[in-house]
């Protein structure tokens, strides 16, 4: 038996992409690495395909690993070619090209975009936005004037949306629900956001349900079930995605929505990984990009034998429409999952559109929702991340990391003590939280009595 | 009158401020302002100034006053204002007596405004109620002198507290309240280090970093320790035999007193351990050149009187009295005390230190103002005027200057009496204070830097006030109202001034008569002076018999002012102050000044600099106190007495000794929601003064549990309504602290109240849910017009950072964190987005920690290791900001 192990991996994505750079550094020559991607390319930074999208960035600078990287770490690249067959008993993987074997096989085949199954879904100039040649597609229909309609007002649809109306076409944003990314925004952020898409001449329907896509031969048209025509040259559906798990279940692997893997990534076959936007874990899919990072660390131990767990990634979400500054993270319903109001924090500055709004459950921060000011984002991301007990800073929480990591500052007022008078000026290190215990104690006391 | 100077040409005027009197050169500006900086040839402070004298020139704009006479709150032309309070005052008398008629004035008057309210109402209209805000802090010290001098005479000069060997403080915390003597005593000391400082006072004050030896005292036990101090004098042969054989009567008496004064029973009553007691004994008696310089401590006590005399006694039996560099020295808080108690505005005085139960002095005063009428006894002193005013028998009411409403003793009940009198006239210079809310009549008054006259400082030293902007407005000096409603009552002739010099040629001529009386204020020496004289006059130490040849020490060679020429020394016996503590009632509330504030304000307050000092009124309470109350610094605090509840800031500090409490006295109900702390203090008062116990009130504490502390800035006033407010000026905007019981429904809507917006401007807020934690800020055109910081604790701010950059026109954002310098570097421009790290932060981090690779980087930042976007950046911050490697 061969010293190096076959490793097959299926997909070359942002996940399996990242495990790699962590496996290689790990354990450079353990590994034959055979690489298969649906796409004829290898890996680049999907999520900065708005910026391609809007023109303010072209291909080349996207890409995260190129031929030499491939080269370099002797990956065997099977680009462009899909993989039609797990044999799980044979250790192989069935392609267009043959057999290939592999001693462990991780599964990184992503998601797939949803297609409403409206008639004329499947009409040309339907596309989705998903990857390099989606966005290829939409570049080469956007002639300025061109009407552009996008199903689907999150994330993504607005990134769409935001990217075909830099190239100048006219463009529709279709929206279910009452107001747009209402997973990751509260409808007051989703409210500013609207008015600044709207202010850069994109048309917004919200409860805008689409019964048909219409047109002989070609889109035309999208009708609306309350009577509404947006004439269309094109229609870019992004309207959410699904883990792409048919070559799992083909192989009898355990699947729910995602295919199922334990703590290590591994799947119900020891053999076999999967990681990324079709692995479901503790009953979460994911499609951002924190958790795949984060299973693609654990992904890359368990294949060099080391040991690591995954644990539920909280997300956060950043809009990439340039000029647009939006951020999400946590969970910031308003009520927890027993249905107790939580608490909150809102700064409102409407001259300016800015928009901030953190969520707590007793100490801690769990949601946060920035808009027009995202500056703090990831710092708020972190403090809910680490559970971190924000209670001593909770006066200027909202304010991020410069009031929180500062000194300490004087309550003290006006009447200070005179220069000089060190007695005067000795204060509990935190005065604010000491009187919130003095507080509490009578508190305590009152209630007592 | 003398004109308003020329603008760029400096005049030589007196410091309206403390009893120290310091000489100012104010260089008008044309504009309405002027350059204020000390006169280097005034013989007080030879150029110094302190912080208020300093600010003067921030204190003069015409904001907030009285610039026209008013007639229940309408403009009326003078004639009518006139008019009408001639009338009122003339009914009274007529259906009541002129005993129904009473003056409250004040020691900010100039001389010659007290003399003519004194010949007004002790002449002409014929009672003696006439007394004046002195009474709360000299009228101790002037029965003391009386008693023991047989006048009221300060024996010394300021050069003595240069030259003494020892300079003994008691109850006088000259730092802040004399800053500029302090400062000549300190330099002094630093010159002539072998000079000893005692400070006797139960707090540790600004004054005590000078002290030799502080002594904190057990309030009140004064004259416990100085006859201790006799005794010891005695004992240690220190008597001088042969002054007190040929000046001194009731030695032996005030001796055998003093000879009960045990070591051990001293120690007791003042709380002072024996070795500290006899270092202040060995202190004073090893040293011959000694002044013992004595202030409110001693004054406002109901045993003041005694207090004075106790000290006296101890100069009178040493001899140190009257010579270089020894003798008791009082030193006064206003401006012009000294100046109303020569002119006699006092109800317990005539005229020129003469008294009114003596015939003969009547007589004379009588015949040389051919006085229709004058009383025949003394006249209500201050707290009886206002009760007077309470309980009806005073049916017309006139406050010239000052503030009773907020400075006297059960300032609630003042408020009330003044309320209740049919009718109140107040002239002053300010619209709004808590004594204007109550008038009839307001009639507007020159404030200092228009109006002219003398002054007389601690050390018998008159000095002329010279204006040097015009009378805005309508305003006019107080003498020539005082002389206009005279002549409106009927006596044209004895009001017929043309000048306020020839008020002084009066007063001057009648201290010749009084002299002849055997009184021992005498300036007859100026009775004679030109207008042009007058106002050129330099400052002068009285007595002036004679024109050019001004006083200086008196008493050195004895000459007392008693019928026998002789001092007295008295039999004192201690007395604790009048109210005891009790299990109810078991704090003693002292109360005293600031540095950087003037009695209740109306000046002071206009100042940014100064109203930052001491931004608001506070209580500061011994660490062990603090948290036997469970009184946490910096929350708020609720002192009560019998009489009233304020509210102030905690400072918990070990510069008040237990049990005992302290408050400023300058806040009032246009600065601070529950501020005005004489509202809290009794009306005791020494028996025979009349002075009132403003330091020794039994108080309670509890903590003051708002629902919500506050913070806000403001470009116009805000109007506060909470249950704690303070507010003080800063540059272009008011500060206001706040507190409230419950929280606000609406935060903005309660903020755009408070600052007086219209429902137009738009807020910039932060508001948390689930606490009252809220900041607002109201932003116009880009300008924050106003800020508020809410919390449920007191607020964390950088108070001066924020003021400053709110005057600024910083943006409300950073503001709104309270910090809006940060405390962290700029970060520069964000390279990476994900972690929200800039250009700076990493290119700091490459030069500090030394990083050589993007990874390292991402290691120690986080930068670059999300979604990887920035890491070419990162590489390109590397290539900038490593440091070079050197060729081979």
Same mark, same amino acid.
């Given at each position: 038996?061969?010293?190096?192990?076959?490793?097959?991996?299926?997909?070359?994505?942002?996940?399996?992409?990242?495990?790699?750079?962590?496996?290689?550094?790990?354990?450079?020559?353990?590994?034959?690495?055979?690489?298969?991607?649906?796409?004829?390319?290898?890996?680049?930074?999907?999520?900065?395909?708005?910026?391609?999208?809007?023109?303010?960035?072209? =291909?080349?600078?996207?890409?995260?690993?190129?031929?030499?990287? =491939?080269?370099?770490?002797?990956?065997?690249?099977?680009?462009?070619?899909?993989?039609?067959?797990?044999?799980?008993?044979?250790?192989?993987?069935?392609?267009?090209?043959?057999?290939?074997? =592999?001693?462990?096989?991780?599964?990184?085949?992503?998601?797939?975009?949803?297609?409403?199954?409206?008639?004329?879904?499947?009409?040309?100039?339907?596309?989705?936005?998903?990857?390099?040649?989606?966005?290829?597609?939409?570049?080469?229909?956007?002639?300025?004037?061109?009407?552009?309609?996008?199903?689907?007002?999150?994330?993504?649809?607005?990134?769409?949306?935001?990217?075909?109306?830099?190239?100048?076409?006219?463009?529709?944003?279709?929206?279910?629900?009452?107001?747009?990314?209402?997973?990751?925004?509260?409808?007051?952020?989703?409210?500013?956001?609207?008015?600044?898409?709207?202010?850069?001449?994109?048309?917004?329907?919200?409860?805008?349900?689409?019964?048909?896509?219409?047109?002989?031969?070609?889109?035309?048209?999208?009708?609306?079930?309350?009577?509404?025509?947006?004439?269309?040259?094109?229609?870019?559906?992004?309207?959410?995605?699904?883990?792409?798990?048919?070559?799992?279940?083909?192989?009898?692997?355990?699947?729910?929505?995602?295919?199922?893997?334990?703590?290590?990534?591994?799947?119900?076959?020891?053999?076999?990984?999967?990681?990324?936007?079709?692995?479901?874990?503790?009953?979460?899919? =994911?499609?951002?990009?924190?958790?795949?990072?984060?299973?693609?660390?654990?992904?890359?131990?368990?294949?060099?034998?080391?040991?690591?767990?995954?644990?539920?990634?909280?997300?956060?979400?950043?809009?990439?429409?340039?000029?647009?500054?939006?951020?999400?993270?946590?969970?910031?319903?308003?009520?927890?999952?027993?249905?107790?109001?939580?608490?909150?924090?809102?700064?409102?500055?409407?001259?300016?559109?800015?928009?901030?709004?953190?969520?707590?459950?007793?100490?801690?921060?769990?949601?946060?929702?920035?808009?027009?000011?995202?500056?703090?984002?990831?710092?708020?991301?972190?403090?809910?991340?680490?559970?971190?007990?924000?209670?001593?800073?909770?006066?200027?929480?909202?304010?991020?990391?410069?009031?929180?990591?500062?000194?300490?500052?004087?309550?003290?007022?006006?009447?200070?003590?005179?220069?000089?008078?060190?007695?005067?000026?000795?204060?509990?290190?935190?005065?604010?939280?000491?009187?919130?215990?003095?507080?509490?104690?009578?508190?305590?006391?009152?209630?007592?009595? | 009158?003398?004109?308003?100077?020329?603008?760029?040409?400096?005049?030589?005027?007196?410091?309206?401020?403390?009893?120290?009197?310091?000489?100012?050169?104010?260089?008008?500006?044309?504009?309405?302002?002027?350059?204020?900086?000390?006169?280097?040839?005034?013989?007080?402070?030879?150029?110094? @100034?302190?912080?208020?004298?300093?600010?003067?020139?921030?204190?003069?704009?015409?904001?907030?006053?009285?610039?026209?006479?008013?007639?229940?709150?309408?403009?009326?032309?003078?004639?009518?204002?006139?008019?009408? /309070?001639?009338?009122?005052?003339?009914?009274?008398?007529?259906? !009541?007596?002129?005993?129904? /008629?009473?003056?409250?004035?004040? %020691?900010?008057?100039?001389?010659?405004?007290?003399?003519?309210?004194?010949?007004?109402?002790?002449?002409?209209? %014929?009672?003696?109620?006439?007394?004046?805000?002195?009474?709360?802090?000299?009228?101790?010290?002037?029965?003391?002198?009386?008693?023991?001098?047989?006048?009221?005479?300060?024996?010394?000069?300021?050069?003595?507290?240069?030259?003494?060997?020892? /300079?003994?403080?008691?109850?006088?915390?000259?730092?802040?309240?004399?800053?500029?003597?302090?400062?000549?005593?300190?330099?002094?000391?630093? *010159?002539?280090?072998?000079?000893?400082?005692?400070?006797?006072?139960?707090?540790?004050?600004?004054?005590?970093?000078?002290?030799?030896?502080?002594?904190?005292?057990?309030?009140?036990?004064?004259?416990?320790?100085?006859?201790?101090?006799?005794?010891?004098?005695?004992?240690?042969?220190?008597?001088?035999?042969?002054?007190?054989?040929?000046?001194?009567?009731?030695?032996?008496?005030?001796?055998?007193?003093?000879?009960?004064?045990?070591?051990?029973?001293?120690?007791?009553?003042?709380?002072?351990?024996?070795?500290?007691?006899?270092?202040?004994?060995? @202190?004073? @008696?090893?040293?011959?050149?000694?002044?013992?310089?004595?202030?409110?401590?001693?004054?406002?006590?109901?045993?003041?009187?005694?207090? /004075?005399?106790?000290?006296?006694?101890?100069?009178?039996?040493?001899?140190?009295?009257?010579? &270089?560099?020894?003798?008791?020295?009082?030193?006064?808080?206003?401006?012009?005390?000294?100046?109303?108690?020569?002119?006699?505005?006092?109800?317990?005085?005539?005229?020129?230190?003469?008294?009114?139960?003596? &015939?003969?002095?009547?007589?004379?005063?009588?015949?040389?103002?051919?006085?229709?009428?004058?009383?025949?006894?003394?006249?209500?002193?201050?707290?009886?005027?206002?009760?007077?005013?309470?309980?009806?028998?005073?049916?017309?009411?006139?406050?010239?200057?000052?503030?009773?409403?907020?400075?006297?003793?059960?300032?609630?009940?003042?408020?009330?009496?003044?309320?209740?009198?049919?009718?109140?006239?107040?002239?002053?210079?300010?619209?709004?204070?808590?004594?204007?809310?109550?008038?009839?009549?307001?009639?507007?008054?020159?404030?200092?830097?228009?109006?002219?006259?003398?002054?007389?400082?601690?050390?018998?030293?008159?000095?002329?006030?010279?204006?040097?902007?015009?009378?805005?407005?309508?305003?006019?000096?107080?003498?020539?109202?005082?002389?206009?409603?005279?002549?409106?009552?009927?006596?044209?002739?004895?009001?017929?001034?043309?000048?306020?010099?020839?008020?002084?040629?009066?007063?001057?001529?009648?201290?010749?008569?009084?002299?002849?009386?055997?009184?021992?204020?005498?300036?007859?020496?100026?009775? !004679?002076?030109?207008?042009?004289?007058?106002?050129?006059?330099?400052?002068?130490?009285?007595?002036?018999?004679?024109?050019?040849?001004?006083?200086?020490?008196?008493?050195?060679?004895?000459?007392?002012?008693?019928?026998?020429?002789?001092?007295?020394?008295?039999?004192?016996?201690?007395?604790?102050?009048?109210?005891?503590?009790?299990?109810?009632?078991?704090?003693?509330?002292?109360?005293?000044?600031?540095?950087?504030?003037?009695?209740?304000?109306?000046?002071?307050?206009?100042?940014?600099?100064?109203?930052?000092?001491?931004?608001?009124?506070?209580?500061?309470?011994?660490?062990?106190?603090?948290?036997?109350?469970?009184?946490? &610094?910096?929350?708020?605090?609720?002192?009560?007495?019998?009489?009233?509840?304020?509210?102030?800031?905690?400072?918990?500090?070990?510069?008040?000794?237990?049990?005992?409490?302290?408050?400023?006295? !300058?806040?009032?109900?246009?600065?601070?929601?529950?501020?005005?702390?004489?509202?809290?203090?009794?009306?005791?008062?020494?028996?025979?003064?009349?002075?009132?116990?403003?330091?020794?009130?039994?108080?309670?504490?509890?903590?003051?549990?708002?629902?919500?502390?506050?913070?806000?800035?403001?470009?116009?006033?805000?109007?506060?309504?909470?249950?704690?407010?303070?507010?003080?000026?800063?540059?272009?905007?008011?500060?206001?602290?706040?507190?409230?019981?419950?929280?606000?429904?609406?935060?903005?809507?309660?903020?755009?109240?408070?600052?007086?917006?219209?429902?137009?401007?738009?807020?910039?807020?932060?508001?948390?849910?689930?606490?009252?934690? *809220?900041?607002?800020?109201?932003?116009?055109?880009?300008?924050?017009?106003?800020?508020?910081?809410?919390?449920?604790?007191?607020?964390?701010?950088?108070?001066?950072?924020?003021?400053?950059?709110?005057?600024?026109?910083?943006?409300?954002?950073?503001?709104?964190?309270?910090?809006? *310098?940060?405390?962290?570097?700029?970060?520069?421009?964000?390279?990476?987005?994900?972690?929200?790290?800039?250009?700076?932060?990493?290119?700091? *981090?490459?030069?500090?920690?030394?990083?050589?690779?993007?990874?390292?980087?991402?290691?120690?930042?986080?930068?670059?290791?999300?979604?990887?976007?920035?890491?070419?950046?990162?590489?390109?911050?590397?290539?900038?900001?490593?440091?070079?490697?050197?060729?081979?």
């Amino acid at each position: 038996m061969s010293s190096v192990e076959r490793l097959v991996v299926i997909g070359a994505g942002m996940a399996s992409g990242r495990m790699l750079e962590h496996l290689f550094e790990a354990a450079p020559d353990r590994y034959a690495v055979t690489l298969f991607g649906a796409e004829p390319r290898g890996n680049y930074n999907r999520i900065m395909l708005s910026p391609v999208l809007s023109g303010e960035k072209t =291909y080349a600078e996207i890409v995260t690993h190129d031929a030499a990287w =491939y080269a370099r770490h002797g990956v065997t690249c099977r680009f462009g070619e899909a993989v039609t067959r797990i044999d799980r008993a044979r250790r192989v993987v069935v392609s267009d090209g043959g057999e290939t074997h =592999y001693d462990r096989l991780v599964i990184a085949t992503g998601s797939q975009p949803f297609i409403i199954p409206v008639p004329g879904h499947d009409l040309p100039g339907v596309v989705t936005y998903r990857d390099l040649d989606d966005t290829e597609a939409m570049i080469a229909a956007a002639r300025p004037g061109a009407r552009a309609v996008v199903i689907g007002g999150g994330l993504l649809g607005l990134e769409a949306a935001a990217g075909m109306r830099l190239r100048g076409m006219d463009v529709t944003v279709l929206h279910l629900m009452p107001h747009l990314m209402e997973r990751q925004l509260d409808p007051s952020a989703s409210a500013l956001l609207r008015h600044e898409l709207e202010g850069r001449g994109i048309r917004v329907h919200c409860s805008a349900n689409t019964s048909a896509i219409t047109g002989a031969g070609q889109v035309e048209a999208v009708a609306l079930d309350d009577g509404t025509v947006y004439p269309a040259d094109l229609v870019c559906m992004a309207v959410g995605i699904r883990p792409s798990t048919n070559l799992a279940k083909a192989a009898d692997l355990a699947c729910g929505r995602g295919i199922l893997v334990d703590d290590q990534m591994l799947t119900s076959d020891p053999a076999i990984l999967a990681l990324g936007e079709c692995a479901e874990h503790d009953g979460m899919v =994911y499609g951002l990009v924190a958790p795949l990072y984060d299973m693609a660390k654990v992904a890359a131990k368990t294949l060099t034998g080391a040991p690591a767990a995954y644990a539920r990634t909280e997300t956060a979400t950043k809009l990439k429409v340039t000029g647009v500054d939006l951020y999400s993270a946590g969970d910031f319903a308003p009520t927890d999952p027993q249905g107790a109001a939580r608490e909150e924090i809102v700064f409102r500055d409407p001259a300016r559109g800015i928009y901030k709004r953190l969520v707590l459950e007793g100490d801690h921060l769990v949601g946060a929702v920035m808009y027009g000011d995202t500056t703090d984002g990831a710092w708020f991301f972190g403090q809910i991340r680490q559970r971190a007990d924000v209670s001593a800073i909770r006066d200027t929480l909202i304010f991020g990391p410069d009031a929180a990591e500062a000194a300490p500052l004087d309550p003290m007022v006006a009447a200070a003590a005179s220069p000089g008078d060190p007695a005067a000026r000795q204060r509990p290190s935190s005065p604010a939280a000491a009187l919130r215990a003095a507080n509490d104690r009578h508190r305590a006391v009152s209630a007592a009595a | 009158m003398t004109a308003p100077a020329p603008p760029g040409c400096p005049v030589a005027t007196a410091c309206p401020y403390c009893g120290v009197g310091c000489g100012v050169l104010a260089t008008p500006d044309g504009f309405g302002g002027a350059a204020i900086k000390g006169d280097p040839d005034h013989p007080a402070n030879f150029g110094r @100034l302190c912080s208020k004298g300093s600010a003067l020139g921030e204190t003069i704009d015409l904001e907030g006053r009285l610039l026209e006479p008013r007639i229940n709150g309408a403009p009326a032309p003078w004639d009518d204002a006139i008019s009408l /309070v001639a009338d009122r005052f003339r009914a009274a008398i007529a259906e !009541h007596g002129p005993d129904s /008629v009473a003056f409250y004035v004040s %020691g900010q008057l100039l001389t010659e405004d007290y003399y003519a309210a004194n010949k007004l109402m002790k002449g002409f209209i %014929g009672t003696a109620n006439i007394d004046t805000n002195s009474r709360l802090c000299m009228a101790s010290t002037v029965v003391g002198h009386k008693r023991a001098f047989g006048a009221d005479t300060v024996p010394g000069t300021y050069e003595d507290l240069e030259e003494a060997d020892c /300079v003994v403080l008691v109850g006088s915390n000259l730092a802040w309240c004399h800053p500029v003597l302090f400062q000549r005593l300190a330099a002094a000391k630093t *010159a002539r280090p072998g000079m000893k400082v005692v400070n006797i006072d139960p707090r540790r004050t600004a004054t005590s970093a000078l002290a030799d030896l502080s002594l904190r005292l057990a309030p009140g036990s004064d004259v416990a320790l100085f006859n201790y101090l006799l005794n010891q004098i005695e004992a240690e042969g220190a008597v001088d035999a042969s002054f007190v054989e040929a000046h001194v009567t009731g030695f032996p008496e005030a001796m055998a007193e003093a000879r009960r004064a045990t070591l051990k029973r001293t120690a007791e009553i003042t709380g002072l351990s024996p070795v500290e007691i006899e270092a202040f004994a060995q @202190l004073w @008696l090893r040293r011959e050149r000694v002044v013992t310089v004595f202030s409110q401590g001693v004054n406002q006590s109901s045993a003041g009187v005694d207090k /004075v005399n106790a000290i006296l006694n101890c100069h009178l039996a040493t001899g140190r009295i009257g010579r &270089p560099g020894m003798g008791p020295f009082s030193v006064t808080g206003q401006p012009n005390a000294m100046g109303g108690r020569e002119v006699g505005g006092l109800a317990t005085t005539l005229a020129c230190h003469l008294d009114l139960t003596v &015939p003969e002095h009547r007589e004379g005063v009588r015949t040389f103002w051919n006085a229709p009428a004058m009383p025949q006894g003394n006249g209500l002193k201050a707290v009886d005027l206002f009760r007077a005013s309470a309980d009806g028998r005073i049916k017309a009411l006139w406050i010239m200057s000052t503030n009773p409403a907020v400075s006297l003793p059960e300032a609630d009940d003042v408020a009330a009496a003044i309320a209740a009198c049919p009718f109140v006239v107040v002239s002053d210079i300010i619209a709004d204070t808590d004594t204007t809310r109550l008038a009839d009549v307001l009639l507007p008054a020159t404030g200092w830097g228009e109006k002219s006259g003398t002054v007389t400082n601690s050390e018998r030293r008159i000095s002329r006030q010279r204006p040097f902007l015009p009378a805005p407005g309508q305003a006019r000096p107080d003498w020539r109202i005082i002389a206009d409603v005279g002549a409106a009552m009927g006596w044209p002739e004895a009001f017929a001034w043309e000048s306020e010099a020839a008020v002084f040629r009066e007063h001057a001529a009648l201290s010749g008569v009084a002299s002849s009386l055997g009184g021992d204020f005498d300036i007859s020496g100026l009775k !004679h002076l030109g207008d042009a004289e007058y106002d050129a006059l330099d400052p002068v130490q009285w007595p002036v018999p004679h024109h050019g040849e001004p006083g200086g020490r008196l008493f050195g060679e004895g000459g007392f002012a008693t019928p026998d020429g002789r001092a007295r020394m008295l039999p004192l016996v201690h007395r604790a102050p009048a109210t005891p503590l009790s299990p109810e009632w078991p704090f003693r509330l002292n109360t005293g000044r600031v540095r950087d504030h003037w009695h209740t304000m109306t000046r002071t307050a206009k100042s940014a600099r100064l109203s930052a000092h001491m931004a608001e009124p506070y209580l500061e309470i011994h660490p062990d106190d603090a948290a036997a109350a469970g009184i946490e &610094p910096a929350t708020l605090v609720s002192v009560e007495s019998p009489f009233a509840t304020a509210v102030l800031r905690a400072i918990v500090t070990d510069r008040t000794p237990r049990g005992s409490v302290f408050a400023p006295m !300058h806040w009032t109900a246009i600065t601070a929601a529950r501020g005005r702390i004489d509202a809290l203090v009794g009306a005791e008062t020494d028996p025979l003064s009349g002075q009132p116990e403003s330091k020794a009130q039994p108080v309670r504490l509890s903590p003051f549990r708002p629902a919500w502390y506050g913070f806000a800035l403001s470009r116009r006033a805000p109007l506060p309504t909470t249950a704690y407010w303070a507010e003080a000026r800063g540059p272009a905007h008011w500060r206001v602290e706040l507190a409230g019981t419950a929280q606000p429904a609406d935060w903005v809507a309660f903020a755009r109240t408070l600052f007086d917006l219209p429902g137009t401007v738009e807020a910039v807020s932060v508001i948390d849910s689930a606490r009252p934690v *809220a900041r607002i800020a109201f932003v116009v055109d880009g300008r924050t017009e106003a800020l508020l910081l809410t919390s449920d604790a007191p607020v964390e701010a950088a108070r001066a950072p924020l003021a400053e950059a709110f005057d600024a026109g910083a943006e409300a954002r950073p503001m709104l964190s309270g910090r809006p *310098a940060g405390n962290r570097p700029d970060p520069g421009p964000i390279v990476c987005s994900c972690h929200g790290i800039g250009a700076n932060t990493i290119a700091a *981090a490459i030069a500090a920690e030394g990083l050589s690779t993007v990874e390292a980087i991402g290691a120690a930042l986080g930068a670059g290791t999300a979604c990887g976007s920035c890491r070419p950046e990162i590489a390109t911050l590397l290539q900038a900001f490593q440091p070079e490697i050197a060729a081979e």
